[in-house]
């Protein structure tokens, strides 16, 4: 294959992480799960305790933070500053507050230096909300996902019961509601579809399916390049 950038953009829940991981993995690209790259900064801030409403406090730990995503038994493995957090990034605290540390324009200017440094080269799968628009704007494929919020917090909800988090349904419904207006609305790269992104909704479709449509739109892409 040859050294495609593609960027799957699409709000929380909507399966970016689970199909961009399959994709890269199909078809022998690098990997980039940006989203957990922010909740590694929110992490690193809780556990050092910081002021997650402190722009300048966070934006540094941003900066100085070590991130390392690595392939890993069950995917992917997300490393700061050389410990695995790959489940701590996971917990309803992380979820909880990631939102408000990656709206802040120092943290996603920090980040996004680093995610185009991983994509210096070609060959990456990078999903996020603003991989199309902002981080890698001249991505040969670009993909929005959608879900309906109803099929996202089904979704979120048997995750953290499978990982043996005690969860309310109606509340994961609105705090995915919450968390679509809060990127949809920020100041600073917001959740936008690129022009040029072909929009794929998820909801009643199997992942198989949806991976396979990429998959698809990936070697046209590459047929008409030859």
């Not at 690193?44 to 409403?53: C, E, F, T, V, W």
């Not at 109803?150 to 979704?155: I, K, S, T």
């Not at 998959?215 to 046209?220: D, G, I, V």
Request: glycine share 8%.
């Amino acid at each position: 294959m040859k050294r495609l950038s593609v960027a799957i953009d699409g709000p929380a829940g909507a399966g970016k992480s689970t199909v961009a991981r399959q994709v890269a993995e199909n078809l022998g690209l690098t990997y980039v799960d940006t989203g957990a790259m922010y909740r590694a900064v929110t992490w690193k801030a809780l556990q050092k305790q910081a002021d997650l409403h402190n722009e300048e406090e966070i934006t540094r730990i941003a900066r100085e933070a070590d991130i390392r995503l690595t392939p890993g038994q069950n995917g992917m493995d997300v490393w700061v500053d050389g410990k695995k957090v790959t489940e701590d990034i996971r917990t309803p605290e992380v979820t909880s507050n990631v939102s408000a540390v990656a709206g802040m324009p120092g943290v996603r200017q920090a980040l996004v230096e680093k995610q185009r440094q991983m994509a210096v080269a070609g060959g990456v799968v990078m999903d996020g909300r603003d991989i199309g628009t902002h981080v890698l704007p001249d991505a040969e494929v670009k993909v929005f996902l959608t879900a309906s919020i109803e099929e996202r917090a089904q979704r979120r909800f048997k995750e953290m019961k499978r990982k043996g988090y005690s969860v309310d349904l109606d509340q994961l419904r609105e705090e995915i509601r919450r968390r679509d207006e809060m990127d949809s609305n920020r100041e600073h790269s917001p959740l936008r579809a690129a022009s040029d992104a072909v929009h794929v909704d998820t909801t009643n479709r199997s992942l198989e399916e949806v991976i396979q449509t990429i998959l698809n739109l990936c070697r046209t892409k590459v047929g008409e390049a030859e």
